[in-house]
């Protein structure tokens, strides 16, 4: 073992302050990430006055989609998140994604004292080990963390998926009432074969990976791990930013539908609604 890496595990092996357990969650360390300037996007700008919601109290999603400038609510979807894994995994993390958007939508859509959102924003994300095909989230305990961690440096390479579902409300509020977008981003991530048993269990101490799906940060310390990422980088930390501008977009252009509505739609809807009185 190189002397950096012996340096490493003399550091972790001798935290300050005890971790904090699996079942709790994890705080986010160090300072912010700097911001740019907000995009001045006319669907961007628009959002900045209205709701707009993100159904996760992930701290990373909230960083990286706090880019965007928009005033974020984080209101975490109370969603069973029970899919069987024998799903594909891109239908699982979409599924999982809809239902998550699907149950906050339904709880704020009606919400009297703020008003329904403009747009409401979810996502999941999971690991795939590309060897045994499983489908990995949070590690339950530390044996589980080390055990997982250890299977994706023998696997060498794994694959993240995160699906986004967007919701917003139509304008003209016609059946089903709301839009929706949805988008799974699928990202190569290369383990180190090189990295020993001591130092995953040294990294599963820091407890850093505790709350992550795959048990490992790549924009911390557990970057230490991993040799490359084959595709968006922001998306093996939870939220790809390009895409979820992409889908914001295309939710939005959808709910703004009251224009597109024929003008004989509305005047046989007017008829109909007459007739039946």
Do not use: C, W
Request: aromatic share 4%.
């Amino acid at each position: 073992m190189s002397d950096s890496k012996e340096a490493l595990l003399d550091h972790v092996d001798s935290p300050a302050d005890p971790p904090p357990a699996y079942d709790l969650p994890t705080k986010p360390r160090g300072p912010p990430l700097p911001r740019p300037p907000p995009l001045s996007l006319p669907v961007l700008n628009d959002l900045r006055t209205r709701r707009v919601v993100l159904a996760s109290q992930s701290p990373r999603r909230r960083r990286i989609i706090g880019y965007l400038g928009l005033p974020i609510e984080v209101i975490p979807s109370n969603a069973a998140e029970d899919l069987p894994k024998s799903l594909a995994p891109f239908e699982y993390v979409l599924g999982t994604a809809t239902k998550k958007a699907q149950a906050v939508y339904q709880q704020e859509i009606t919400n009297e004292e703020k008003g329904e959102p403009a747009l409401i924003l979810a996502a999941d994300t999971v690991v795939v080990n590309t060897a045994s095909g499983s489908i990995l989230e949070k590690p339950t305990s530390e044996a589980h963390h080390f055990s997982m961690l250890r299977s994706l440096r023998d696997a060498r390479k794994h694959k993240v998926y995160t699906a986004l579902v967007a919701m917003a409300p139509l304008e003209s509020a016609r059946v089903p009432g709301y839009a929706m977008e949805s988008h799974v981003e699928e990202t190569d991530v290369v383990f180190d074969g090189d990295v020993s048993d001591e130092l995953i269990m040294a990294y599963v101490r820091t407890r850093e990976g505790a709350d992550k799906a795959g048990g490992y940060g790549l924009q911390g310390l557990g970057s230490i791990l991993v040799e490359k990422v084959e595709g968006s980088y922001d998306n093996v930390i939870g939220l790809p930013l390009k895409a979820t501008l992409k889908v914001i977009e295309a939710v939005m252009a959808k709910a703004d539908d009251e224009d597109r509505l024929p003008d004989d739609q509305v005047l046989d809807d007017g008829d109909e609604d007459e007739d039946e009185e």
